[in-house]
Nanobody, 114 residues
Framework: EAQLVESGGGLVQPGGSLRLSCVASGFTFGNYDMHWVRQAPQKGPEWVSRIYSSGSSADYADSVKGRFTVSKDNAKNTLYLQMTSLTPDDTAVYYC???????WGQGTQVTVSS
């Protein structure tokens, strides 16, 4: 059974950094593009980033471009999201998503607050 498990969320002050991880199992991780999607309180899901299956290229939402970096370690079946210069607007539950298989992780909460 395919599974995605995120970790690394928490409470951080504005201007701080966090690194999220997502460990995949049950499918050939290296064959799939992977996405990060976030959902803020009382808002709909917002696409954050996509990384191509090989990890060679990535795309970002304008709201995070220049501050977030996505990476993929196919040998470890792990997806990462390095987040810097965080603001309260980044507060959300962050999900890793394999759209090709329709799988979402359970999410990890990121709260940016002083």
């Amino acid at each position: 059974e395919a599974q995605l498990v995120e970790s690394g969320g928490g409470l951080v002050q504005p201007g701080g950094s966090l690194r999220l991880s997502c460990v995949a199992s049950g499918f050939t991780f290296g064959n799939y593009d992977m996405h990060w999607v976030r959902q803020a309180p009382q808002k709909g899901p917002e696409w954050v980033s996509r990384i191509y299956s090989s990890g060679s290229s990535a795309d970002y939402a304008d709201s995070v471009k220049g501050r977030f970096t996505v990476s993929k370690d196919n040998a470890k079946n792990t997806l990462y999201l390095q987040m810097t210069s965080l603001t309260p607007d980044d507060t959300a539950v962050y999900y890793c998503v394999c759209r090709g298989r329709g799988h979402w992780g359970q999410g990890t909460q990121v709260t940016v607050s002083s």
